[in-house]
């Protein structure tokens, strides 16, 4: 299987912080990568370099073939993207917003797709509230929305799940596993790891910036081993090695 | 004994409140601009007024020194009022820019404080931390450099007494405006406009004059206890008036809005970046930023500084006040560009395929289209003031003033003009920028109203600032959002 990202020595620096330091990684084409890593791992900093919005301090990526901190813009072009944050502009209503979006994104039929989402994440009585007034909950369907209204051939997604009650996880879990069954990808950040051991293909752990595993799903359950206790394990020994 | 225990403990937790919010909003500046940045503002501040102070006499030479004087004194006023605003509003400005934060004054709901002791502290901080921030280094440049000019310590002491004066007059008044509006828009409108009615009255029908318009002007002029009382008495009412109506607004109600995005969009397809545009006019209109700073941000100040200009007119021939008026309009107009970038953190576009520097063309083209205002305003005051002939000169002094200052801003606060000018470094290179050409530009227009066109060569270094922010910006990684 083709790479749809490619990292090599990737690096970001805060002064004396390294919070991403020499991640070398390789997302196959197909695949639902799960990024995991305690909080302040260096997660939410690889996204954003990945997506051009922060360059790194050195290391090199190819994200569908493009180079994030050359082209920025065409790689958000190409990519679907779920910030950290759930932050749609304040005054615009949700339908608003994705008819901004897809303005800025040149995509067709943006009202049908609109009401597809609407009526997929249950959320339509919402669509005329301004962004402001919605609920941390619909912030976080919109945001879902809007990174997919393209169907991108690869999304990132940041902690996706976060905010959304157990009926609503379920929905979204089952349309990520159904979105990369058609051949897309999905790059997820994560650090709740019964999700990731539920829907991931693939995964990689980062601790204190640092890339401590990489490696399938597949093989631990092979192995009768748990994500979290593996997890666990690779995190104690990180600790005690930094 | 148990009562004076009660008071005791609940003027400790006052203090204690004070001290909080004090330190929240140092801590909210110097997380923006670096400790040291921020802590050298005052200083640099100061370090204005003291060499400004050496200025005075040549100043005098091209200037009425009245001018100078209304000019400090509406400058501290509008301080006042800014400061107000961007507490007002600081709980919606946080979450913009940092996400779910918000402010200790916005905190009723989870601490056992009511609100009203929650804002009478916010009041207070805000009072003694700006003192400190922007009047006393400023006057205390002037208090320094007077016996080094040879001059009595008179009138700085007393510039310090009236531009305080100035300062909490505009804070006061601004959180009475908010605290009315927040109760009845109608009932507001309504003493708005008999504030203006009776302010124009009182200057025109009874020849009350600036000074008396705006009591510390009175004071300066002619200082004594009835004329300080008079000032701080006004203070004190507005401030009484604003903790009575005083109402934190809690309920957030659930309005339903049409989709206007798509035909607006449309309506402004000639430019290039219509569809943010869109957006900043969307944004504008529902968030009430454009009407609210349209009213209190331009033309309130702007009407008073016309009110008082137009007293000068024994001075001065009616064709240099109205110059003199469009330059001090192009810079109140440039801060337009401050209105545009308050709703939203660039965190809200950069996970779209969109540049720093298309966010800002956009922003530009909404500036652009809101000029439409001063030059209506403009326009409308030459023909009153007789002076028709003299609005290509005004009009032309007053944008080119507007544009350049907006790319001073451009390159150096990017799409944070309103935080960032706080930093020391970048408010001195604004100043430095902006202020002599301004001084140039009034005492050439007092020559010949002709140079006002002399404005139209700011094109040049206004296409530099634009294009090399946009470059800088583009570059720049946005770690904190």
């Known amino acids: 299987m083709p790479s749809v990202i490619k990292t090599d020595t990737y690096t970001k620096l805060f002064g004396d912080l390294r ?62 993207i779920i910030p950290e944050q759930e932050t749609p502009p304040s005054f615009l209503t949700a339908e608003e917003y994705l008819a901004f979006v897809g303005k800025i994104r040149h995509i067709e039929g943006i009202e049908e797709k609109s009401d597809w989402w609407f009526d997929y994440l249950d959320f339509g009585d919402k669509r005329d509230v301004l962004c402001k007034d ?33 009926v609503m996880q379920r929905k979204v879990k089952q349309f990520l ?20 051991e539920e829907i991931c293909t693939d995964f990689a752990i980062l601790h204190k910036g640092k890339l401590l595993h990489t490696g399938t799903v597949r093989e631990l359950t092979e192995n009768n081993i748990h994500l979290d206790d593996f997890f666990m394990d690779l995190v104690e020994r990180g600790n005690e090695n930094v | 004994m148990i009562f004076s225990w009660t008071l005791l403990k609940e003027e400790t937790r006052m203090f204690d409140l004070f001290t909080t919010m004090f330190k929240e909003e140092w801590r909210l500046h110097s997380t923006l601009f670096g400790s040291l940045n921020f802590a050298l503002f005052p200083v640099l501040i100061f370090g204005i007024a003291f060499m400004g102070a050496f200025l005075l006499p040549f100043i005098r030479s091209v200037m009425d020194l009245s001018v100078l004087v209304f000019l400090m004194h509406g400058n501290f006023a509008l301080l006042g009022i800014m400061v107000g605003s961007f507490g007002l509003m600081g709980k919606e400005i946080m979450n913009r820019r940092f996400g779910q934060a918000s402010l200790i004054a916005y905190s009723a709901r989870s601490l056992p ?20 921030l922007w009047v006393l280094p ?61 302010a124009a009255l009182f200057v025109f029908g009874f020849n ?12 300066f002029y002619s200082f004594s206890a009835e004329s300080l009382a008079i000032s701080v008495g006004v203070i004190l009412i507005l401030f009484t008036l604003s903790m009575v109506f005083f109402t934190s607004e809690y309920q957030s109600s659930e309005k339903h809005y049409k989709n ?78 401050t209105w545009l970038t308050e709703f939203d953190a660039i965190a809200s576009y950069m996970f779209l395929p969109l540049s720093v520097s298309s966010v800002i063309k956009a922003k530009i083209e909404s500036f652009t289209v809101l000029q439409a205002v001063p030059v209506i305003f403009l326009t409308g005051v030459a023909l009153y003031s007789g002076t028709a002939a003299y609005i290509p000169h ?88």
């Open chain 2, 394 to 481: 005004a009009l032309v002094v007053s944008l080119c003033i507007s544009f350049f200052a907006l790319s001073v801003l451009v390159r150096l606060c990017g799409l944070s003009p309103t935080t960032l000018i706080y930093n020391a470094r970048i408010f001195l290179t604004y100043m430095l920028l902006i202020g002599p050409l301004i001084l140039v530009l009034i005492i050439l227009t007092f020559t010949s109203p002709l140079f006002a066109f002399a404005g139209i060569l700011l094109v040049i270094p206004s296409w530099y600032f634009i294009q090399s922010g946009f470059e800088k910006w583009d570059n720049t990684d946005f770690a904190g959002f």
């Open chain 1, 177 to 196: 596993a159904e979105y990369v069954q058609s051949g897309n990808t999905i790059f997820l950040s994560t650090h709740i790891l019964e999700i990731a």
């Open chain 2, 113 to 132: 404080v009511s609100e009203k002791r929650l804002f009478l502290n916010f009041v207070v901080k805000d009072i003694v931390y700006y003192f400190i």
């Open chain 2, 208 to 219: 009350g004059g600036a000074t008396a318009l705006f009591p510390p002007l009175a004071v």
């Open chain 1, 19 to 80: 919070a991403v330091d020499s991640v070398s990684l390789s997302v196959e084409k197909g695949s639902l990568f799960g990024l995991l890593g305690q909080n302040g791992s260096g997660k939410t900093t690889m996204i954003k370099m990945l997506t051009g919005q922060m360059k790194p301090s050195s290391g090199s990526a190819q994200v569908l073939d493009i180079d994030p901190s050359n082209d920025p813009v065409p790689v958000r072009e190409a990519v679907g």
């Open chain 2, 260 to 337: 206007r995005h798509p035909m607006l969009s449309q309506r402004l397809a000639l430019l290039p970046e219509h569809d943010l545009v869109a957006k900043d006019f969307i944004d504008l209109y529902r968030s009430g930023i454009g009407i609210g700073q349209t009213l209190f941000s331009f033309l309130l100040p702007l009407g008073l500084i016309w009110l008082i200009l137009s007293l000068m007119g024994g001075f001065l021939p009616p064709e240099n006040l109205l110059l003199i008026f469009a330059v001090v309009t192009g810079v109140i107009s440039s801060t337009m560009y």
């Open chain 1, 134 to 166: 919605l609920s941390r909950g619909t912030r976080q369907k919109l945001m879902f929305a809007q990174a997919f209204l393209h169907t991108p051939a690869l999304a990132l997604i940041d902690e996706p799940l976060i905010n959304l009650d157990p």
């Open chain 2, 138 to 198: 400023f006057c205390m440049g002037f208090i320094l450099a007077a016996p080094l000019m040879g001059m009595s310590l008179y009138y700085p002491l007393l510039t310090l007494l009236t531009l305080t004066l100035s300062f909490l007059t505009g804070l006061c008044a601004v959180f009475l405006l908010s605290a009315g509006y927040s109760r009845s828009k109608t009932a507001f409108a309504v003493v708005c406009a008999i504030a203006a009615a009776s």
